[in-house]
């Protein structure tokens, strides 16, 4: 498997200056999938945008591992609810027009 398109966990570990373990909980809870590469742990760099939010979430509020999960399955449900209200109000706006 190539390693262009990940990360690995010490340089973000670094980066983020966040231990570890954090990753580690992240990925036990399933919030991140860890990949690894040549006894390399990474984390793909689509993720990044998620993984930056739990982060702040995590730092800025003071929130756990648990909370986060918590936070994040709810932005999961109202994300799904937008898209389920937009594609409602587009199949009105056809019964509408006649």
């Keep these: ?3 262009t398109n990940y990360i690995s966990l ?3 570990c670094e980066h983020y200056q966040v231990e570890f373990s954090f990753f580690n909980q992240l990925h036990e809870v399933g919030l991140i999938k860890v ?3 040549k006894q ?3 984390l793909h760099q689509d993720t990044l945008n998620d993984l930056e939010k739990m982060i702040r979430i995590h730092q ?3 929130i756990n591992i648990e909370g986060i999960d918590a936070v994040f399955n709810l932005l999961q449900k109202m994300e799904n ?3 389920e209200l937009n594609s409602l109000q587009n199949r009105l706006k056809l019964y ?3």
């Design 60 to 62: 800025d509020l003071n």
């Design 40 to 42: 390399t742990l990474y």
């Design 1 to 3: 498997m190539d390693a």
């Design 96 to 98: 509408e027009k006649n």
């Design 10 to 12: 010490t340089q973000l």
């Design 35 to 37: 990949t690894t590469i």
């Design 81 to 83: 609810l937008q898209r």
